[in-house]
């Protein structure tokens, strides 16, 4: 018998381009800055994932907008 694992991704989008994604797997909501091979953690929330993604952005950045892919 085999497992599926569902994964899914959302890409942040700021003024000048991608800024990151936002991945869903079994751990929870894995955070990647655009640009960086680490990630930043891994979240129980989506929310909480947005937030953490935003805060590591440049000071006075506006939130980004996430699109699902």
């Given at each position: ?50 937030s953490a993604l935003h805060w590591h952005l440049k000071p ?10």
């Amino acid at each position: 018998m085999s497992e599926t694992t569902t994964r899914r991704l959302w890409v942040a989008y700021g003024p000048s381009g991608v800024v990151g994604k936002i991945q869903k797997d079994a751990e929870g909501y894995a955070v990647h800055m655009a640009g960086k091979d680490e990630r930043l953690g891994v979240y129980p929330t989506m929310e909480i994932a947005k937030s953490a993604l935003h805060w590591h952005l440049k000071p006075g950045s506006e939130r980004p907008e996430f699109r699902e892919h």
